[in-house]
């Protein structure tokens, strides 16, 4: 049952008047819980949001079969001191499997036996690994590595890696069966994104940019599994600057894309579907909110997409399949 569900703070806009917090309807249903839509913005489903003085969840990445969510669990969206967290999506409630080590943006393995997160606790992030209830908690040896991604099969983990620290990052996978760095894609000239390859394999997505400071002059990008047809999806100039891949569709029609303006990061979701260049937006600001920084989504196995917002709440959307 979800006693962290409150009802939507946000202003909402009916004929006659704003309507307060308390106005939007909550469930008391058992079992799964299918929020109902927040009134007033783009149909969104408030899912969780913590209580007065509580952490709050960043982030999240679904289980395989949709029920959990792995979460980094802090005290805000600058707080350095993170727990990796696991939330039942039947109970609302979390389990805190790795205290205390700087979890931050946390990613569930397709086969749903592993959970891999980058931590910056040391003097340079690294990538760690570790079972869903947290045993066999170890450290890949790369350091300055970032945003980890799985591979379809679970096998290899995708993130960006400064190879050498004098030149822009690398688009890499470490295999976890040979145990050896494959270097997928690097552009000497721009930092390259965390590869995010698609569930058949085929293809894997990740952006450029020139500067990490200001997210200027953007572009997404798309290559084949062996790092050929480099092909640009989203040239910088167009609509918005600042995109990242966030997730594949289940069945690979779409891109999952994080978008926003230069300096603002990530502030709404949209899905491209490479086939045909098509760009549809799912989300806009909710009202009274000025802002949003929307980092992280998952594509869960049923249609529905989760993501966090700067604020530490979690949401639902539904996808277009």
Not at 122 to 134: F, Q, S, T
Not at 184 to 197: A, E, K
Request: proline share 10%.
């Amino acid at each position: 049952m979800w006693r962290r569900l409150a009802a939507c703070w946000l202003g909402l806009l009916v004929i006659g008047g704003a309507v307060s917090c308390e106005d939007v309807p909550t469930s008391t249903l058992p079992g799964p819980y299918v929020p109902p839509p927040v009134k007033g913005d783009d149909g969104r489903r408030l899912l969780w949001e913590p209580g007065p003085g509580e952490r709050q969840c960043y982030n999240p990445s679904l289980s395989p079969d949709g029920m959990k969510a792995v979460v980094s669990y802090r005290y805000g969206f600058f707080a350095r001191a993170a727990d990796l967290g696991v939330l039942d999506l039947t109970t609302g409630k979390i389990k805190v499997i790795v205290s205390g080590n700087s979890a931050k943006r946390p990613t569930w393995s397709p086969t749903g036996e592993w959970i891999a997160y980058m931590s910056d606790r040391e003097a340079a992030p690294y990538i760690w690994l570790c079972r869903p209830d947290g045993a066999e908690h170890h450290r890949l040896e790369f350091k300055n590595a970032f945003t980890p991604r799985w591979g379809p099969e679970g096998d290899k983990v995708y993130f960006t890696y400064d190879l050498n620290p004098r030149e822009k990052g690398y688009g890499v996978y470490y295999d976890l069966d040979e145990g050896e760095l494959h270097v997928l894609y690097r552009d000497p000239l721009r930092h390259v994104g965390p590869p995010l390859p698609s569930p058949g394999g085929e293809k894997v997505a990740f952006y450029l940019c020139d500067n990490l400071q200001s997210y200027k002059d953007v572009n997404l990008a798309l290559i084949n599994a062996d790092g050929t047809g480099f092909e640009v999806i989203w040239p910088a100039g167009r609509a918005r600057y600042w995109a990242a891949a966030l997730a594949w569709s289940p069945s690979g029609r779409y891109i999952l894309m994080g978008y926003g303006y230069p300096g603002s990061g990530l502030g709404e979701l949209g899905t491209y579907e490479p086939k045909t260049g098509i760009f549809r937006p799912l989300t806009k600001c909710p009202p009274r909110l000025e802002y949003e920084k929307i980092l992280y989504a998952s594509w869960g196995p049923i249609g529905d997409i989760l993501f966090g917002n700067h604020l530490g709440r979690l949401y639902l959307i539904e996808a277009p399949e």
